[in-house]
């Protein structure tokens, strides 16, 4: 799904800023009908839940509605008129005026709709967007109402991150001509030194592409929907070091361009094979972060700010590469990695497919996890589209290396492999060309796992140390140690680590590492570390986690997981000196 853009034949409006906003219960039957009568103003993008010091409204459980007014820019006439919703979390309904126009569920991916017929270039409309954060057995993640003896809903999930909710991306009106470009797909190769773009544009005319380079000189070009362009000495996508060329796709009608738009193109190859990922056929090796969008007030509210110092602050420590635990980022994200050269491993909001664990604890549950007693036919029919709508969404990025479908399902359980190999070929059938994997959890070992062959990457998320041999390291890299060489000797695949770490209260030391003190998380990934150096099959190493970060309240929790590498507000831990040490060799 292509992101709005200006371009020669389009314009862009953003709407972000304060809306009205209200609960359902206080908005009146069908809001969407008359003006919302409300004091509060929510601002978008921002979560709803910590803006405004109301309990009611952090632990709201349903609809909550946002209106504002937009003006259509008076030249628009002639134009398709469409409006974009880059995330409602986790449903969304629009209205323009009156009118539904689009709903849409899954609450970390972008939907429009074409609003042509019930708006006037130079008028007004009102803009009404619904938005649900209920989770549901079948929805992605999933989760569960429950009811209070006085009558409250509450939440519950299973997922360790706050159920952050609202509009937390931006909000477009756009104009797109009335014949456009309606998708592009480019495939990146390499013959010798030459440079492949192998290309396909859907549009409802003549279609024609130019691809330039960094200064703007065209490289290459050609006539029709999809074709091969060749760049002779082609400068590589490389992480570290990313090169963008700029393809410019036109629709031609009568001799004359009516739609033309741009995307970035890196030109990289990614591979697996043995015990390797290779990037432009070099071993890569992952160092960086698991992360997560979570920021004080904002919630996952998405905010410039934070991104770049987020981005400085992981190349500060020396990281190449992160994984967007647990769900789709916002695509701002996304660009700045392509444009930086930063490595990505891009993940579906599939978390808490497992009945055995809450809070990245046991429950004791011995529940059944798949099937139609817990998430069935019509979950898996919701995570294929969510992998539908990652990928169409992201196809097109070079910083995303690999596809992670899901985070630690129960792939011990009975179930769990019918469940998982169709949504294995859906991702290989949408997109052959990056690997494919999955995050697993350790109470899925080497030898009962059920889905692990499935993939081209294991990822393996571990804790021991902390919720295994808790305090004990000498046990934990003993351990640790004889489960990677297991992993390795079993399925020959790459191996990363994408989730180590402890959780560690910012100030807090100990002469003898006790739990809890910067001084323990320092020596758990030291510790890990070493074992990372002995193991081969070991092609990366992502943190637990970038930053403290909210979760639901919990006796485990305080004030959210402390595992952060950085505090909430960003600040070092001592830890993020031993990975600056480490991936940078400088203090
Ligand atoms: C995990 C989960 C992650 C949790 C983490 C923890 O395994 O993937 O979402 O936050 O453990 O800290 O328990």
Not at 54 to 67: E, L
Request: net charge negative; proline share 4%; with cysteine.
């Amino acid at each position: 799904m292509l992101r709005p853009q200006n371009s020669p034949t389009r314009e862009l409006v953003n709407l972000d800023g304060l809306w009205r906003f209200a609960l359902d219960d206080d908005a009146g039957p069908e809001p969407w009908t008359g003006v919302l009568r409300t004091d509060l103003e929510a601002p978008v993008p921002a979560s709803y839940n910590d803006v405004f010091a109301d309990d009611a409204i952090r632990d709201h459980v349903g609809w909550v509605w946002y209106q504002r007014t937009v003006r259509v820019p008076r030249g628009w006439a002639g134009e398709r008129v469409r409006v974009r919703i880059d995330a409602a979390t986790h449903e969304g309904r629009v209205y323009v005026d009156g009118s539904l126009v689009a709903e849409h569920v899954g609450g970390y991916t972008p939907f429009e709709a074409d609003v042509t017929d019930l708006v006037e270039p130079g008028g007004e409309f009102r803009l009404t967007i619904g938005v649900n954060n209920e989770l549901t057995p079948t929805t992605i993640p999933p989760g569960f109402t429950t009811t209070t003896d006085d009558g409250r809903r509450k939440q519950l999930y299973r997922h360790d991150f706050y159920n952050y909710a609202g509009l937390a991306r931006s909000v477009w009106l756009y104009s797109v001509p009335a014949v456009s470009v309606e998708d592009v797909t480019v495939v990146t190769g390499l013959d010798g030194t030459t440079g492949v773009v192998e290309y396909e544009v859907a549009a409802g005319a003549a279609v024609r592409v130019r691809l330039l380079d960094a200064e703007g000189a065209t490289v290459a070009e050609r006539e029709g929907a999809s074709g091969e362009l060749r760049v002779p000495d082609a400068r590589l996508w490389r992480p570290g070091a990313a090169y963008l060329y700029e393809l410019v796709a036109e629709v031609v009608e009568d001799g004359s361009v009516v739609d033309s738009y741009s995307l970035p193109v890196g030109i990289r190859t990614v591979e697996v094979r043995g015990t390797e990922l290779l990037i432009n056929g070099e071993p890569f090796y992952f160092k960086g972060f698991g992360k997560h969008e979570d920021t004080a007030v904002r919630g996952k509210g998405h905010d410039p700010a934070y991104m770049v110092h987020d981005f400085r602050l992981m190349d500060w420590c020396g990281a190449n590469s992160f994984r967007t635990s647990h769900y789709p980022y916002a695509e701002e994200v996304l660009d700045y990695a392509d444009r930086h050269g930063i490595v990505v491993i891009d993940e579906t909001a599939a978390v808490g497919l497992n009945l055995a664990i809450g809070g990245g604890m046991r429950t004791g549950a011995v529940e059944r996890t798949f099937g139609e007693d817990g998430f069935g036919k019509a979950t898996r029919e919701a995570h294929a589209q969510a992998i539908r709508e990652l990928i169409k969404r992201d196809k097109n990025h070079p910083s995303v290396v690999m596809w992670c479908i899901t985070n630690e399902p129960a792939s011990f359980e009975d179930g769990a492999r019918d469940y998982f190999a169709p949504l294995v070929d859906l991702t290989r059938e949408l997109d052959a060309t990056r690997p494919v994997t999955y995050t697993n959890l350790v109470f899925a070992t080497f030898e009962t796992d059920t889905i692990a062959d499935l993939f081209d990457v294991i990822c393996l998320n571990r804790y021991y140390g902390w919720y295994n041999d808790t305090g004990d390291l000498a046990s934990a890299e003993a351990h640790l140690e004889a489960e990677l060489r297991g992993w390795e000797a079993r399925f020959g695949k790459p191996l990363v680590m994408t989730e180590y770490g402890a959780d560690t209260l910012a100030g807090l030391h100990s002469v003898n590492a006790q739990l809890w003190t910067e001084d323990f998380q320092s020596a758990l990934l030291e510790t890990y570390h070493r074992v990372f150096d002995r193991v081969p099959a070991v092609i990366g190493e992502q943190v637990w986690n970038f930053a403290d970060f909210q979760t639901m309240a919990g006796v485990f929790r305080v004030d959210g997981n402390k595992k952060g590498v950085f505090t909430r507000d960003r600040r070092p831990k001592a830890a993020a000196r031993v990975l600056r040490k480490r991936w940078r060799g400088e203090d």
